[in-house]
């Protein structure tokens, strides 16, 4: 049987007998029913947990919006108009408003990324500033229960009213991705992050999980002491079509988010596979292995031990970090990087751990546009030119009895082992 999957923004298409197919990770995802900016409409005009935003603003308002940076999927440039086109309708004046790129500790995003995601007339018309860790202006709003200091970028701090819009998704050790982290990380000091990302090895600290995981407790705490007046967030489905949105309540449209992700995404297998065949969703969760390790982490939490991965993912943006490379290439081991970050958290060397954790435990393929001395040598996977010719070797190396699992969206998907429920 023939099965597609994402990569950049192509689609690759493998061949695969029966036999071997242990199964293909279905979500119960919902597809768009209506024109998403009536969505993003009603849901700014049936707010949850708060008035409606044109009532809460008035003119003279200086208000601050964050928005997700472009390694995020979050389709801004759909959400972002009918909020401005309510604030204006309050008397809110442009120069009022500042859109913060929520970039944490990303690169800031080129003009041509900026235009992708705002559009050309919003950059003309309103001030943008991105989360700069070198030049920004960071403000105490705070401690947390685990008594780190909650840092916050200065501009929204002290915005009349503070706005964040956000896509909700799973997270590998957030739990979820999205609105809280519109806070922490997106708009928190260096010193803040790496206190709340070194709680990364708490056990509860894991995609799915929030109730007893500590990230995402202070995430929570951080954005209540940075204050939040309104919240605009949706879930998209593997078409990265909007399926649902809420506005109002920051926490309350978290929950809505959560529920529906976990509705849609969440799913059990009752056999470990000997090889997962996982892709990370396509661009923009493929543009870096930064960020396609996170389909890497899915697969590696339910394939069995020795297990094969083979990884499908484009990474035109190549590594996305060069302290996530410094790190593969300083320290063999990762009890080494465990060691290291619980010494002294470094952001981005988190990422370093997963992936010496994933390749200590299993045989990786990486089917990329990486180079191949580069695949081999620094990140030890083997590289293949195309997912066929990985699956196949993979399976010779196996034998014909091994059984395979497909996962299209190994970023956003949660798959867990154990007994299915009824």
Partial sequence: MNVTLPYGSKQLEISILKKNLLGIVTTNEMKAKFDPV??????????IGTSRLNTIVKKGTSVAIIVDDHTRPCPTKIL???????????GVSETDITIIIGTGTH????????????????IRKHLII??????????????????????????YVEADIKIIISDIEYHYFAGFGGIRKSILPAISSKK???QNHAMMFDKYST????????????????????GCDFALGCVLNSDHQIVDVWAGDAEQVMQKGVKLVDNMYRSTISKKPDIVLVAADGSPHDINL??????????????KKKGHIILVAECVEGMGSNLYQDWLQQYQSASEIKRALEDAFVIGAHKAYYHRQAVETCTICLVSSLHESFVQNVLGFLPFPSVQEALDHTLEKTGDKANVLII?????????FGKKKE
């Fill in 38 to 47: 009536n969505l993003v409409y009603s849901a700014l005009q049936n707010p």
């Fill in 80 to 90: 972002l108009p009918p909020l401005l086109n309510e604030l204006e309708k309050a």
């Fill in 107 to 122: 690169q800031p995003p080129s003009f041509e990324s900026l235009a992708d995601m705002l559009g050309e007339d919003i």
């Fill in 130 to 155: 991105s989360t700069d860790q070198d030049a920004s202006t960071f403000i105490k709003v705070g401690e947390s229960t685990y008594q780190h200091d909650i840092e916050i970028l200065k501009e």
């Fill in 192 to 194: 803040t992050i790496q």
């Fill in 207 to 226: 995609t799915g999980s929030m109730e007893k995981n500590p990230i995402n407790l202070e995430m929570t705490e951080a954005l209540r002491l940075a």
């Fill in 290 to 303: 930064y960020q396609a390790l996170k389909a890497l982490y899915t697969a590696a939490q339910v394939v």
């Fill in 408 to 416: 299209p969206n190994g970023t956003t998907s949660h798959v867990t």
